[in-house]
């Protein structure tokens, strides 16, 4: 092919030369090819410009796949570890910047002040229970001892009642036999006045004066031991009297059982609530005790203020813990990224300190921008406003094991990367 088109180039040029002017065959060539290069030119420029389209949506795609942003950081909850008691350091067992265990010892305040006080804590509530057990024990005593004293003395009234009326009767009685008798010795007496007359007279013998003397002085003797066992029987009614008074007195006494009963059982009833407090004291005493012996409340990094010999108070800040296991990044994302980011979204984190990457999540976004969490928010309403895009803390959670090393520290800056699809 190469050949032929040779030829006809040479035919071609020898034609033109013969008759020294140009022909339309000549011209011909030079228009092809313009027209090719031109075309080609097209083809490249439309090539390039499909790729460059192609190759900008691929990076619009990607660019707009993640948010960033270089204003994030390490967090963490600080742990401060301060004395719940006042005391003498006597020993601090954690050096600058050293990682500890949850519940190691970290420092210890002199423990014999407290010791001595769970001893005396102990020997009270010892006391305490002594006391309660003695009133608990006197409690049944007391309410059947009452119990019988009142039975017995409500007996004893009625007895004592008993023996008045009885008492009375027999005055009564003996009133009736001094009247009786009395009557008998006027009776008698009269006898001796007539008789005295007649025997005078010589109208009867003196035997029947006799007769009538001694039976006018054997009245006499009468009506006197009827007065005295009157006189008996009106002492006999005071004393039962008496000793009715006296069982009264002592039913009245007896009726205040309940009382006795019921005061005996409050003091029961302080003697256990003084054992509960006792109790809760010595309770309180051990605490102290624990207390002079301050643990770790978390596992991580120690960073102390306290040294042997400083007299602590209580509250008094001595160290803080870092749990550098439980970091997450804090990114202060515009309000104009975040049209897209949801809870759950994967992250790549890049720390500025290491120089790795690490892998996330988002966990929340915060209720409010940062500057309404300060103690001075700002007020837009002053007249002066000038629109200013806001920045929203959102949270961002490592995956498990994203940090075994334990590299990340809180504070240091780190860039988020989140990938919205």
């Known amino acids: 092919m190469a050949e032929e088109n040779k030829a006809g180039s040479a035919v071609r040029a020898n034609s033109g030369s013969s008759t020294g002017t140009p022909s339309m065959l000549d011209a ?16 490249v420029f439309s090539a390039a410009g499909l790729v460059v389209l192609i190759l900008g949506f691929f990076l619009w795609r990607y660019l707009s796949s993640y948010e960033s942003t270089d204003d994030a950081q390490v967090d963490v909850h600080l ?54 057990r003695s ?18 003395t409500q007996s004893d009234v009625q007895n004592a009642t008993a023996g008045v009326v009885a008492a009375e009767k027999q005055l009564l009685a003996a009133q009736a036999q001094v009247q009786e008798a009395e009557a008998n010795d ?7 006045r007539r008789y005295k007359m007649l025997v005078d007279k010589r109208e009867v013998s003196e035997q029947i004066y006799d007769s009538a003397l001694a039976a006018a002085k054997s009245s006499t003797a009468n009506v006197a031991a009827a ?40 003091r029961a009833r302080a003697a256990i609530a003084d054992v509960q407090q006792k109790r ?21 990094e120690v960073n102390k203020t306290v040294t042997v010999g400083l007299n602590v108070q209580p509250g008094e800040q001595l160290l803080t813990v870092v749990p550098l296991q439980d970091v997450w990044i804090t990114a202060n994302f515009k309000e104009t990224q975040l049209r897209d980011m949801r809870v759950g979204q994967r992250v790549k984190i890049h720390s500025d300190s290491t120089g790795g990457d690490y892998k996330g999540q988002v966990n929340s976004i915060a209720g409010a921008t940062g500057p309404l969490f300060s103690l001075l928010p700002p007020e837009n309403a002053t007249g002066n406003y000038v629109k200013i895009v ?3 803390p959102v949270k961002i959670i490592l995956d498990p094991g994203e940090n075994q090393d334990l590299r990340l520290r809180p504070g240091m800056n780190v860039e988020p990367h989140v990938y919205l699809h």
């Open 28 to 43: 011909a060539p030079p228009a092809r090819g313009t027209r090719w290069s031109k075309r080609r030119k097209r083809i």
């Open 79 to 132: 742990y401060p570890v301060s004395a719940r008691i006042s005391g003498y350091v006597i020993k601090v067992n954690v050096g600058d910047n050293q990682y500890v265990q949850q519940g190691t010892v970290l420092v210890e305040i002199d423990p014999r002040d407290y010791q001595t006080a769970v001893d005396q804590a102990r020997a009270n509530l010892a006391n305490a229970e002594a006391t309660a």
């Open 135 to 152: 009133l608990n024990i006197i409690v049944p005593i007391t309410s059947v001892s009452t119990s019988s004293t009142l039975t017995f």
């Open 186 to 192: 006027v009776n008698a007496q009269d006898n001796l």
């Open 227 to 266: 007065h005295a066992n009157e006189a008996a029987a009106q002492q006999a009614v005071q004393q039962a009297r008496s000793r009715l008074a006296g069982a009264q007195a002592n039913q009245r006494s007896a009726e205040t059982a309940p009382q006795q009963v019921s005061s005996t059982r409050s």
């Open 280 to 300: 809760a004291a010595l309770e309180q005493a051990e605490l102290n005790l624990q207390y002079t012996k301050i643990i770790a409340p978390v596992t991580g």
């Open 390 to 392: 806001q920045r929203i």
